[in-house]
Every structure is written in structure tokens, then in C-alpha cells.
């Protein structure tokens, strides 16, 4: 296995813990919801049921962005060598390393540090459509890009 689809399996490990988390968490509180029986105190009662029904929306719309996040890295190519910086690029520049797919944060391997990143924050943005030997000015910074894999 390549380094780039290290990367990229990484990222699809991240992906699918978060997923597999957030539905045991939706369904923990449908448990809640349903085990919970009418107690004498009706107002609180119902006060608990509406927490956990606002809960389980919240972890819905996670569970949505994170099924996005699962689409995103299927069209990632797990092997592109560009002269341009795309999705999938892992780009290699004076300061750091960034794997442009979905944001996965931090990932280590041969004493290296990337950054799984995606298509939307800043740095990618800023990115996209480069070249090796371009600089790009960052928070204040110029980093040069030294490579595409």
C-alpha cells in the first residue's frame, strides 16, 4: 500500500468511527426514549424527553455531515499524480504536508506529520490550483509548495 492510500485509508477509518459512534449515540437515546415510562412527575418527565429528542436531532444532522464526508472521499482518486493541486493532492510545502480530501485532522506515519484536510477550510482554498515551485502566502506566512503526490 502506497503512502497515498495510507492517507486515504486514514481518512476513511476516520470516517467510518464517526459514523459507527454517532449511530450508537442515536441509538442509546431511542433506548432512553423508549424504556422511559411516565413518572409521577409529568413535567419533568416530558422536560427529559424533549432533551433527548433535541439531542437525537443534533446527532442526526452530524450523521448527515458525516455520510457527506463519506461521499466526499469516495471521489477522492486514492492514486492522481497532478501537476496542480486538486482533491486528493497531497501536497507537500516548506511548512507542512496536507492530504486535500475531508477533514480528518492529524495523521503520522515515518516521522511525518500531515494534515487531511478538506476542499473548504482556508489553507486548501488557498491551494487549489497550484503548482510545484508557487508560493502561497498563509496566515502571514509564504509557503512554497516543494511537491504533488
Same mark, same amino acid.
Given at each position: 500500500?502506497?503512502?497515498? =492510500? ?13 459514523? %459507527?459512534?454517532?449511530?450508537? +449515540?442515536?441509538? /442509546?437515546?431511542? *433506548?432512553?426514549?423508549?424504556? &422511559? ?6 413535567? $419533568?418527565? &416530558?422536560?427529559?424527553? %424533549?432533551?433527548?429528542?433535541? =439531542?437525537? &436531532? ?5 450523521? %448527515? =455531515? ?5 461521499? !466526499? ?6 492514486? @492522481? +499524480? *497532478?501537476? !496542480? ?6 501536497? !507537500? ?15 503520522? %506515519?515515518? +516521522?511525518? *506529520?500531515?494534515?487531511?484536510? @478538506?476542499?473548504? *477550510? ?7 490550483? $497550484?503548482?510545484?515551485? /508557487? ?10 509548495? !516543494? =511537491?504533488?503526490?
Amino acid at each position: 500500500m502506497t503512502e497515498k =492510500e495510507q492517507l486515504h485509508q486514514f481518512c476513511a477509518t476516520f470516517v467510518a468511527e464517526r459514523i %459507527a459512534r454517532i449511530q450508537k +449515540n442515536i441509538a /442509546d437515546i431511542q *433506548t432512553s426514549l423508549t424504556s &422511559e415510562t411516565k413518572s409521577s412527575a409529568g413535567d $419533568k418527565h &416530558e422536560t427529559g424527553r %424533549a432533551m433527548l429528542q433535541l =439531542e437525537r &436531532e443534533k446527532l442526526g444532522q452530524q450523521l %448527515a =455531515e458525516a455520510e457527506k464526508m463519506k461521499q !466526499v472521499l469516495s471521489k477522492v482518486p486514492k492514486e @492522481s +499524480n *497532478t501537476a !496542480v493541486v486538486g482533491l486528493g493532492s497531497w501536497v !507537500v510545502t516548506s511548512k507542512t504536508d496536507y492530504f486535500l480530501a475531508i477533514s480528518a485532522g492529524e495523521y503520522k %506515519a515515518h +516521522n511525518k *506529520t500531515m494534515y487531511c484536510i @478538506s476542499a473548504a *477550510t482556508p489553507i486548501a482554498k488557498i491551494l487549489f490550483g $497550484k503548482q510545484i515551485g /508557487d508560493t502561497v502566502v498563509f496566515s502571514g506566512q509564504e509557503i512554497k509548495i !516543494v =511537491e504533488i503526490k
